[in-house]
């Protein structure tokens, strides 16, 4: 299909910025936001550890003052429990404050004409709903794009006849479409197993493999303009090996019951993680250089997470991986919460099984600042799955003794400790509001969190840890034991099935532990001999801010799967959030389902919060 070298200079020549005034004006937003963020990420992380600081000194002072004991064991677990949750929690943070005074955007490009370069689009299938692959299919062969310059090839690794007459049908339309599979339902179960098959298969076809690359998820829509607006970034830069668009998607229920969005992530992290240099594949609706994909053997097997270990690999080879922040691609996020989990699942699996990855001599080539921004999420995930499983086990036990949360020596020193937790609450707060204002949150993720899925992934990541550890290499993920509640018959029936077959048992007993747990201490507080009184002294126990926003956070999440199987919410209809074309059948989804408004969580848990919080510590400052 020509020569890379030539059509690539060639094409670079017709590349243009794009001239929108729209694009402009949040081109300029976007650069004065990431300039922005890093700043209030120093905020809260100084902040916070002025506050562990103080506390620390406090806690030694108390035991040189005779704090011993339970309430002295009680008091430095309390310290480490808040540390512990703060690292996690701190993440973005630190990654956003890597990208301080690099604020930049992928500018918006577009590439005019007809001289482009020639892309093999594959799409993966391993048994979706088969409507849903039709739609991608056929919006992948209609996109604005010379059409003797692309091919469609569906990988179908359900090995299913019906697919197979299905992509027949549309290829008498399209001619640029094509359907391979492996022959056999493949034992690896990988998706970078199908894409090598593709890889070695467009060999085969007339004019050879092309000249680039794209890879689309079987639910993923592309905009008419995908490849216009990634392509051009690949070839006015022949050392850029990927350009890698967010995914966006359109079938969020409304109020996002279970936190499926993913914004926060391609609105805030990876445009910090391309400003260093250190942007990933973000696993579907990249386009990638054939060249690059070959300099690094193909698409990486070794673990289940291909997008990851393909950033790592393309960028130890000296290829850079570039973030388009631009929509140009709309899919389906899980419709149950059986669905959902067994994502998060997968996801966990992933990232564990990239440990290996640390390993490798490949990782030597990459530059401190390239380690740091590939390595650091997912160590960072790991720690905060294995941190939020110790808090949620201890948090009911540490309250469950009634003694005192927070350790003093004198009076003056709690009023320093509440005025400097308010600090760090409200730093931690304005990052947090910033940071997700593109998702409209508006109070940031005060009241969102996933503490529910935390007992599954920590399974998911012992079991694949020791998989590596052991020497037994990356075990097949197979998410087993999981029914979807949705079929169950009858609420006793669905009930039981989701608390003892998927597990939601374990929500029911940290629910109810924690509820004990702070009775016990309330009652501990009402019958303490102080002067300062019952009530101040249920605040210095269960009641505690920083204390607080741990266990009453886990305890609103964990009723989230509980919740959803009592009430099970109605299901989105896909068609109805498509505008589909009754000539063509091509469906795009609408504004409407787009909108993130729609799906704008409830803020009533955060406002609770916030108020709580700021009366709480302002009493302890003002009190004399």
Not at 372 to 386: E, K, W
Not at 416 to 444: C, E, I, P, Q
């Amino acid at each position: 299909m020509g020569s890379e070298k030539n059509i690539f200079q060639l094409a670079a020549a017709n590349v243009q910025l794009l001239d929108d005034p729209h694009e402009k004006k949040q081109q300029e937003e976007q650069i004065l936001f990431l300039d922005r963020i890093p700043k209030a990420a120093l905020a809260s992380i100084l902040s916070s550890w002025i506050y562990f600081g103080y506390s620390f000194k406090c806690l030694l002072d108390a035991q040189a003052g005779g704090l011993s004991g339970t309430p002295l064991t009680v008091a430095w677990l309390s310290f480490a429990m808040q540390m512990a949750h703060a690292l996690p929690v701190g993440t973005p943070h630190l990654l956003a404050l890597s990208a301080m005074g690099k604020a930049k955007r992928q500018p918006l490009l577009r590439l005019l004409g007809d001289t482009c370069p020639s892309v093999d689009v594959f799409i993966t299938y391993c048994g979706e709903e088969l409507a849903v692959l039709i739609d991608t299919v056929r919006a992948a062969a209609m996109v604005d794009y010379p059409k003797d310059s692309f091919r469609v090839i569906v990988l179908d690794d359900s090995v299913s006849t019906d697919v197979e007459n299905e992509i027949g049908k549309l290829k008498s339309t399209f001619d640029n479409i094509h359907y391979s599979t492996r022959g056999s339902r493949p034992k690896t179960h990988t998706k970078a197993g199908n894409l090598n098959h593709g890889l070695k298969h467009v060999r085969t076809l007339p004019g050879g493999a092309s000249d680039l690359v794209a890879v689309l998820d079987v639910d993923m829509i592309p905009s008419p303009h995908w490849l216009r607006a990634l392509i051009p970034h690949i070839v006015v830069d022949p050392k850029t090996g990927m350009a890698s668009p967010p995914q966006r998607h359109y079938n969020i229920p409304d109020g996002d019951p279970l936190g499926q969005t993913m914004d926060v992530l391609f609105d805030v992290m990876e445009p910090s993680k391309n400003a260093t240099n250190a942007a990933w594949c973000c696993g579907t609706g990249f386009v990638v250089r054939r060249a690059a994909l070959d300099d690094i053997g193909g698409v990486p097997e070794e673990s289940i997470s291909e997008d990851i270990m393909t950033s790592f690999y393309l960028a130890t080879a000296g290829w850079k991986i570039v973030y388009v922040h631009e929509d140009v691609q709309w899919g389906l996020v899980p419709s149950t919460i059986t669905a959902h989990l067994k994502q998060h699942k997968r996801l966990c699996a992933g990232i564990i099984s990239t440990a290996a990855a640390a390993r490798s001599p490949r990782l030597q080539k990459m530059t401190p600042e390239e380690k740091y921004g590939s390595l650091f999420p997912p160590f960072a995930y790991s720690t905060s799955v294995l941190f939020n499983t110790i808090i949620l086990i201890l948090m009911p036990v540490l309250i469950w003794t009634g003694a005192p949360l927070v350790a003093y020596a004198t009076q003056s020193q709690l009023r320093t400790l509440s005025m400097l937790f308010l600090v760090k609450f409200l730093a931690v707060l304005s990052y947090d509001f910033l940071a997700t204002r593109s998702a409209n949150y508006h109070l940031g993720l005060l009241g969102i969190s996933m503490a529910w899925v935390i007992p599954f992934l920590f399974v998911t990541m012992v079991r694949f840890a020791l998989s590596i550890v052991t020497g037994g290499g990356v075990p097949l993920f197979t998410p087993s034991g999981l029914v979807d509640i949705r079929t169950i018959q009858g609420l006793g029936s669905r009930i039981k099935v989701a608390l003892w077959t998927d597990g939601f048992i374990i929500h029911v007993a940290i629910i109810a532990s924690l509820v004990a747990a702070v009775s016990v201490s309330a009652s501990a507080a009402s019958q303490a001999t102080s002067d300062s009184g019952p009530w101040r002294q249920l605040f210095i126990r269960a009641a505690w801010p920083p204390i607080f926003l741990i266990w009453s956070t886990n305890l609103t999440d964990c009723w989230t799967p509980l919740s959803y199987t009592l009430s099970l919410p109605v299901p989105l209809d896909r068609e109805a959030l498509l505008i589909r074309d009754p000539k063509s059948q091509l469906a795009y989804p609408s504004e409407q389902a787009k909108d993130p408004v729609r799906v704008r969580p409830s803020q009533v848990s955060a406002l609770v919060k916030i108020a709580y919080c700021t009366g709480i510590c302002a009493m302890f400052i003002l009190q004399k």
